[in-house]
């Protein structure tokens, strides 16, 4: 296995992670005023664009 891979694999865990914390606190905090949707969508593009560069 080589670094790059696990980069890639703990960079879809973090993923998850902001998937379900996303999901569980929907309801009481309201994220999409904070940050924006879009904003959020950007990031994670962003954040995988650069793994992949980083190879």
Do not use: C, P
Request: charge should be positive; charged fraction near 20%; hydrophobic fraction near 50%.
């Amino acid at each position: 296995m080589n670094e790059g891979f696990f980069r890639i694999i703990s960079v879809l865990l973090l993923q998850e992670l902001v998937d379900a914390s996303w999901i569980s606190f929907r309801g009481k905090y309201s994220l999409l005023r904070t940050f924006g949707l879009k904003k959020i969508v950007q990031a994670k593009k962003t954040v995988i664009s650069q793994v992949f560069i980083a190879d």
